[in-house]
């Protein structure tokens, strides 16, 4: 952290040429990225375009060339993978997601439970392709409930939300950051493991004024106080 607080002011200290950068940004943080994009551009002058996806769908397009500057996964493992496998230089983690049971019918206090349990179908991201699907899974896992329970799936969170907000589903397990404008009741933590977000800065980026200096920015503090306004944890709370 100590690194990009650095950089964020070696990027804002002095006049810059305008870049462009291209970033790949986890379903679950996209609107929050919106936000921060725009912020960073009226700061930098630089332009950020998003592309939203599965964290799984992002790394296997970043293995087979896709032109993206920057990563903003939802887990950590994969952009430590592409910095192992020199696709990536740098890799840290900006924001610590939680999970929500989120219903299109009111859920008060601890019903979530009662729902999960009693529910003929729920939604989740698929674990497989996305971390929030994972920990999904695993709260399921940890009320031993996942054999019984049968889930339909999204190829990412964002679809899993979909499925629930338009009727679809009755509810499911999603990021708590998607859930948050509506009735829906946070699981707690000890029941999923820790959701670590990491972004990494990709080959490509190396170098684009625009991918470093917004790297750097998620590190700020107005940065984090935007990431902590959609329900997220500062990394600090956990590292």
Same mark, same amino acid.
């Given at each position: ?54 964290? /799984? =769908?992002?790394? @296997?397009? #970043?293995?087979? %060339? ?6 903003? $996964? &939802?887990?950590?493992? *994969? !952009? ?77 969170? /964002? =679809?899993?939300? @979909?499925? #629930?907000?338009? %009727? ?6 999603? $990021? &708590?950051?998607?859930? *948050? !404008? ?58």
């Amino acid at each position: 952290m100590v690194r990009l607080t650095v950089l964020f002011f070696v990027f804002f200290a002095s006049p810059l040429r305008a870049d462009e950068a291209l970033v790949a940004v986890a379903a679950n943080f996209l609107k929050p990225a919106e936000v921060l994009a725009e912020a960073y551009e009226a700061e930098s002058g630089h332009e950020i375009t998003l592309a939203s996806g599965s964290t /799984g =769908q992002h790394y @296997a397009q #970043i293995v087979h %060339g896709a032109p993206f500057d920057v990563f903003l $996964a &939802a887990d950590t493992g *994969r !952009p430590e993978l592409l910095v192992e496998a020199g696709l990536a230089a740098m890799q840290t983690t900006y924001a610590v997601g939680r999970l929500a049971y989120f219903s299109a019918s009111p859920v008060q206090d601890l019903d979530w439970l009662e729902a999960l349990r009693s529910a003929d179908l729920i939604a989740i991201a698929n674990p497989d392709l996305a971390p929030y699907g994972r920990a999904a899974r695993e709260v399921l896992a940890t009320l031993d409930i996942w054999d019984e329970t049968v889930t339909v799936q999204g190829q990412n969170v /964002g =679809q899993a939300f @979909a499925l #629930i907000a338009s %009727g679809s589903v009755r509810g499911g397990l999603v $990021a &708590a950051s998607m859930a *948050r !404008p509506f009735d829906a009741t946070v699981i707690p933590s000890e029941l999923h493991s820790t959701i670590q977000q990491s972004a990494a800065l990709l080959k490509r980026g190396n170098g684009n004024l625009a991918a470093e200096g917004f790297l750097a920015y998620l590190g700020s503090e107005p940065a984090l106080k935007v990431i902590e306004s959609f329900g997220y944890d500062r990394p600090d709370t956990t590292e």
